[in-house]
């Protein structure tokens, strides 16, 4: 192996190192402890919140702002495939396998389509002074190393020569994930088990 | 203007430092800063300034967060947004913790990820809190509670007056020399609670809950010292203070051997002891702990009061009190009790789990330095009640009651504003013989 393959591995594993502390942290610290007398269903209520609750009709932020949405989840959707293209890469270190044509030519549609949905959204919160008001250093370095690690994994598909540039900002990426709001790929389900967890408890959630 | 000295920001930052608590340590960490939170805030809508998103008010608690609690924060502050606590800082807190957020929770429905940005607030107070920074008119109410037993410090002896003069009303209403506003009897049912606005302000709604429980030929008294449904210690931000007002009302149901405590029409106050009152004093409660309209809707159901809800024609719309409905599941109880009593009930846009909150919440009822912004966004509530055409606003929450009221005659809207309890009172069918 490469010395920027190895740095990639090495970022990829303190990323994981750290997020699985986070995600063993909030695992042993359980669920809250209320006294109150529960008058819902908690379990029914998570459900509700990775569900129903996520749909976009229920959610103003999504129904609202349909394209940001969209861009969004394509953006979400290039940023996981991205992270499953480089376990492979990983693996094909060693097994040399060819990426059949038509899938390289799937996973570079979508992975361009993601990227520029990823510049679109990092030009709106450039552009749009409301948002602007709201952003700092990190919304920016999240926004950037992840539509360019996308960028980054689009062009590894495309020509191996790239692999260079690839491993290093897939190292860059994976060092600023669990520190950056990047995080959130962790909080989110924590926090949308929280809010169930809330809704259940009171009976509020699963909206009848 | 008060100085942040490292002792404050320490016993601040001892709020935050709390980490056995998943719940926080998630909220702190989750949200995005995507924006797509501010339309569903009813100040920003109002107030058309960025300030008021949301996020923002997140964001003044977890920038503090990441600089004093996090590693990059600490070592990187300008690159992962992590912000000095500050005067600068602890003002703005104020400004919008305070004085920018009712704590309605409507903006957590909609966040795109699920920050519990209500909870985040309560945090920001309660770090206000233990630097002594809470709004002197709000803590005011809250020493009138601790000092006198009733956040608007009503002598006992008046209120005795105002409950033995609402109970010759009652007797003459129902013609029955029987008809009672028990004081302070032991070993009854029920221990009724109320919102000192009705012995102050509002002395019929006193009256309409009595008609109902003689009606439910109910086992029932007040307490003449501890009868104080509210608890403004949840929204100063200072728990060992909330914990002392809920703990007199645990105490008095304690000392008068009651069952089961009746939280009067306060959403606030419901919500302070029914969901955080077990947690402040650490206990699980004993006895019952329900609010008026569970028990209305108990007594119809079990067929203990009969309505006739040709008695309430006029059209009707419901405020939805946030601590009730979207913070207490109360949205499908509270219409079956409105629905049994009134003929013409037609929904505000949008409504139940999506209220707007009317903008007298999170204590902004006694914070009169934000009178003209608490105003300026009950505008989101007027304009709601006007687009349903309806003459009466039911809400059962005095607090909310009080906002619509006013709001009713900032706005010109010419409607009446009721309460649960006096609409299922005008409905009631009352049985002579009992
Ligand atoms: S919608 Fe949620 S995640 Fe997005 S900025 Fe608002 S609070 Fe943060
Ligand atoms: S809790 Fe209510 S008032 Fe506060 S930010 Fe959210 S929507 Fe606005």
Redesign the interface.
């Given at each position: 192996m490469i010395w920027y393959q190895w740095i990639a591995i090495i970022a990829f594993i303190i990323c994981a190192i750290v997020l699985a502390s986070d995600l063993v942290?909030?695992?042993k610290?359980?669920?809250?402890?209320?006294?109150?007398?529960k008058?819902?269903n908690v379990p029914a209520a998570i459900k509700y919140?990775f569900t129903g609750?996520m749909s976009p009709m229920a959610?103003?932020?999504?129904y609202?702002?349909l394209p940001?949405?969209i861009g969004?989840l394509l953006y979400h959707m290039g940023t996981f495939l991205s992270l499953g293209l480089f376990i492979w890469f990983l693996i094909n270190i060693s097994l040399h396998a060819e990426m059949h044509v038509a899938i390289a030519i799937i996973f570079q549609i979508i992975l361009w389509i993601s990227a520029l949905s990823g510049i679109l959204i990092l030009l709106k919160r450039i552009f749009?002074?409301?948002?602007r008001?709201?952003?700092?250093?990190?919304?920016y370095?999240s926004n950037i190393l992840t539509t360019l690690m996308q960028i980054a994994t689009a062009l590894f598909i495309l020509n191996t020569s790239n692999e260079a540039f690839y491993f290093i900002v897939m190292a860059l990426f994976f060092l600023w994930l669990p520190?950056?709001?990047t995080?959130?790929v962790l909080?989110?389900f924590?926090?949308?088990?929280?809010?169930g967890?809330?809704?259940g408890w009171?009976?509020?959630w699963p909206?009848? | 203007m008060v100085t942040i000295d490292k002792e404050k920001r320490e016993k601040a930052l001892q709020i935050l430092k709390n980490s056995n608590d998943s719940k926080l340590l998630t909220h702190l960490n989750a949200c995005v800063r995507c924006g797509l939170c501010a339309g569903s805030c009813m100040y920003y809508l109002a107030m058309k300034d960025a300030k008021f998103i949301p996020a923002r008010k997140v964001d003044l608690v977890t920038s503090i967060y990441r600089r004093y609690l996090t590693t990059q924060g600490k070592l990187m502050p300008a690159l992962f947004n992590a912000k000095d606590l500050d005067d600068k800082m602890a003002d703005e807190m104020v400004d919008l913790l305070f004085g920018g957020c009712t704590m309605c929770g409507r903006c957590v429905k909609h966040c795109s990820i699920g920050v519990d940005i209500s909870y985040i607030v309560k945090k920001g107070r309660e770090m206000l809190a233990a630097m002594d920074m809470v709004p002197k008119t709000l803590q005011s109410t809250v020493d009138a509670a601790i000092n006198t037993g009733n956040n608007m410090g009503i002598p006992t002896e008046e209120f005795v007056d105002t409950i033995q003069w609402m109970e010759e009303e009652l007797v003459d209403e129902m013609q029955d020399a029987n008809a009672r506003i028990p004081l302070d009897e032991q070993n009854k049912h029920i221990f009724y609670t109320l919102n000192p606005r009705e012995p102050k302000f509002f002395p019929l709604s006193i009256t309409a809950m009595a008609k109902v429980f003689y009606a439910a030929g109910e086992s029932w008294t007040l307490s003449s010292k501890n009868y104080d449904v509210t608890n403004y210690g949840y929204f100063n931000g200072n728990n060992a203070e909330a914990t002392q007002i809920a703990r007199n009302l645990y105490d008095e149901v304690k000392n008068l051997h009651a069952d089961v405590l009746v939280l009067g029409e306060c959403g606030h106050g419901s919500r302070a002891n029914r969901w955080e009152g077990p947690n402040y004093l650490k206990k699980e409660y004993e006895f019952e702990n329900i609010t008026a309209v569970e028990l209305m809707a108990q007594y119809i159901r079990e067929g203990r009061i009969k309505l006739d809800k040709s008695l309430n024609k006029e059209l009707m719309t419901i405020h939805d009190p946030c601590n009730l409905i979207r913070n207490g599941g109360l949205l499908k109880e509270m219409r079956f009790v409105i629905n049994s009593a009134a003929e013409n009930v037609v929904e505000m846009n949008p409504y139940g789990n999506d209220n707007f909150c009317c903008g007298g919440g999170g204590g902004k009822l006694a914070m009169s330095e934000y009178n003209e912004r608490r105003l300026k966004i009950g505008g989101i509530k007027a304009e709601q009640i006007k687009k349903t055409g309806a003459k009466v606003v039911i809400t059962p929450c005095h607090n909310c009651v009080d906002q619509l009221v006013q709001i009713n005659h900032t706005y010109k809207l010419g409607v009446q504003i009721k309460t649960i309890a006096e609409i299922v009172a005008d409905a009631l069918i009352i049985d002579k013989k009992q």
């Open positions: 942290k909030l695992i610290l359980g669920n809250p402890k209320d006294l109150s007398r008058q819902g919140s609750a959610k103003e932020s999504a609202q702002h940001t949405y969004g749009k002074q409301e948002l008001s709201l952003s700092g250093a990190d919304d370095i520190f950056g709001k995080k959130h909080y989110f924590a926090a949308r088990y929280h809010l967890y809330f809704y009171r009976g509020t909206q009848k | -």
